[in-house]
């Protein structure tokens, strides 16, 4: 199954926020949207960086509520690691497991083209189980 099947069920849409906008506004977009991470892309094209909820708790951790004054480019990943939609969703699986993180960029020819996050591969990953296991007991009954 690949990444392609994630996005045909889910969509396309992706949420991205500007490098000079600053954490408050990346806060909130994460709490409205209900979303862990948000891509940072200047035209909303290309990637320049993704920021997380988990970068937000670094940032107030490290600098209290002065940090969401601060511009997500202060505190956003921008070496991104992103997939195609032709990556297998275990691929996937293994990159964020490996990576520690939890949200994979689609990209196409160097423009966004979805999200995947662990939530759609683990839910993915249980309606292929639950598939497989119908087509299991549907071969032994016809048996
Ligand atoms: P997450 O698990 O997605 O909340 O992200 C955990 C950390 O990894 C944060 O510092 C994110 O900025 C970073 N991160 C999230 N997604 C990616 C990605 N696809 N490539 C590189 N870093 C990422």
Redesign the pocket.
């Known amino acids: 199954m690949s990444v392609e099947s994630i996005l045909r069920t889910k969509g396309t849409g992706v949420v991205t926020i500007r490098s000079d906008a600053n954490l408050e506004e990346a806060a909130k977009m994460l709490a409205d949207k209900k979303i862990?991470?948000v891509v940072v892309s200047e035209d909303g094209v290309a990637v320049s960086?993704?920021?997380?909820?988990?970068?937000i708790v670094?940032a107030i951790a490290a600098d209290g509520h002065a940090a969401l004054e601060q511009p997500v480019s202060s505190f956003?990943?921008a070496?991104?690691?992103?997939c195609e939609r032709t990556d297998s969703v275990e691929a996937i699986m293994q990159?964020?497991t490996e990576?520690?993180?939890?949200?994979?960029?689609v990209v196409a020819d160097g423009a966004l083209l979805g999200i995947v996050?662990?939530g759609d591969v683990v839910k993915r990953r249980i309606e292929d189980a639950e598939a497989e296991a119908e087509h299991l007991r549907g071969f032994i009954a016809g048996g």
Do not use: L
């Open positions: 862990g991470a960086g993704i920021i997380s909820e988990r970068d670094q956003m990943t070496d991104v690691i992103t990159t964020m990576g520690r993180f939890r949200h994979v960029p996050s662990i």
